[in-house]
């Protein structure tokens, strides 16, 4: 998901890279959504809802070159009768900040109860 941060995500790094105030750090784990409509820079993608669904926690690796990946598999099981396009990342305040969105390469049909995977290294966070 190159350049793909919101303008949430965008004004907190630029705010932290310039020294300005004190921008607060997205509240851990970090959760992965999946969405039927892809989101914008200001408006979030509509996520799936039903079955066992449920956002999933994004463990990530170290960055290397200015970009960094899941670093574990990511299953979201039990799913409801979807079309998946996108992807969104959340932080886990109480009001979540969504902070990262993106399309998938290519869209995933998924039968209710079936498990959707991205697996390990598949979802990359880069800035450029």
Known sequence: MADNLTNTAENLMLDWING??????PT???KVALVTVNGTDTTAGTE????????????VAAAV????SNS???SFTGMPAATVV???VWDSAGGPVR???????????????????????????SLA
Do not use: H, I, K, M
């Open 86 to 88: 996108g992807v969104e």
């Open 48 to 59: 799936a809802t039903g079955g066992s669904y449920a956002r999933q926690n994004l463990a």
């Open 28 to 30: 851990t784990p970090l």
């Open 99 to 125: 902070l990262w969105y993106g399309p998938l390469s290519v869209p995933r049909t998924v039968d209710a109860g079936d498990e959707l995977r991205l697996t390990a290294g598949s979802l990359t966070l």
């Open 72 to 74: 574990a598999d990511l």
């Open 20 to 25: 300005v105030g004190t921008p607060t750090r």
């Open 65 to 68: 070159g200015g970009a960094t």
